[in-house]
T-cell receptor, first 112, second 114 residues
Framework: EAQVTQNPRYLITVTGKKLTVTCSQN?????MSWYRQDPGLGLRQIYY???????DKGDVPEGYKVSRKEKRNFPLILESPSPNQTSLYFC???????????FGAGTRLSVL | GESVGLHLPTLSVQEGDNSIINCAYS??????FIWYKQESGKGPQFIID?????DKRQGQRATVLLNKTVKHLSLQIAATQPGDSAVYFC?????????????FGTGTKLQVIP
């Protein structure tokens, strides 16, 4: 089944404790992206990757890191999480940026 | 700054009626537009898309209209069903100097009244 898989689905952590949210797709997509969703703000793009080893900042990259060592994986790293990073996070993938994106089920993160 | 926004945050529609959800975008360089549906507890799912060289695209029950002159996008859902209850997002794509940007609107909640 074609899908985008995010893990974990729920995460509660404390300020400053490094965490990684994994994202994997099995559709051989080149473009992958991370979004955060906050009430009243819709989805905002954090980082995107056009292909392996090619990443770029979206609208709200501060406090986040990404890597794209393999085509299928695009982990989101929070080196030192802060409470303002409490949010619902979505990973998405598509063949190209100008294409339909397929979204994961989301990761709800709470930073205390 | 550049943004994609919606006119109506919540829309209530009687089952069987047609729904119209509107979206205004501000980036004149945007050339690809998508409507997504997000059900509670799930990620957004594709409904319909349109490229800037088109004015209208029709799906099974969904139709998207694009007016580039006033930078307006609309989603029409025919014969709205209870399963259509969800939040709907418009998104646009632009490629400016190699920076490929996808911008989402804030969403419209569609409530279908049985």
């Amino acid at each position: 089944e074609a899908q985008v898989t995010q893990n974990p689905r729920y995460l509660i952590t404390v300020t400053g404790k490094k965490l990684t949210v994994t994202c994997s797709q099995n559709m051989n997509h080149e473009y992958m992206s991370w979004y955060r969703q906050d009430p009243g703000l819709g989805l905002r793009q954090i980082y995107y990757s056009m292909n392996v080893e090619v990443t770029d900042k979206g609208d709200v990259p501060e406090g986040y890191k990404v890597s794209r060592k393999e085509k299928r994986n695009f982990p989101l790293i929070l080196e030192s999480p802060s409470p303002n990073q409490t949010s619902l996070y979505f990973c998405a993938s598509s063949f190209t940026a100008r294409d339909i994106q397929y979204f994961g089920a989301g990761t709800r993160l709470s930073v205390l | 700054g550049e943004s994609v926004g919606l006119h109506l945050p919540t829309l209530s529609v009687q089952e069987g009626d047609n729904s119209i959800i509107n979206c205004a975008y501000s980036n004149s360089a945007s050339d690809y537009f998508i409507w997504y549906k997000q059900e509670s507890g799930k990620g957004p799912q594709f409904i319909i898309d349109i490229r800037s060289n088109m004015d209208k695209r029709q799906g099974q029950r969904a139709t998207v209209l694009l007016n580039k002159t006033v930078k307006h996008l609309s989603l029409q859902i025919a014969a709205t069903q209870p399963g259509d209850s969800a939040v709907y997002f418009c998104a646009d794509f632009s490629d400016s100097g190699g920076y490929q940007k996808v911008t989402f609107g804030t969403g419209t909640k569609l409530q279908v009244i049985p």
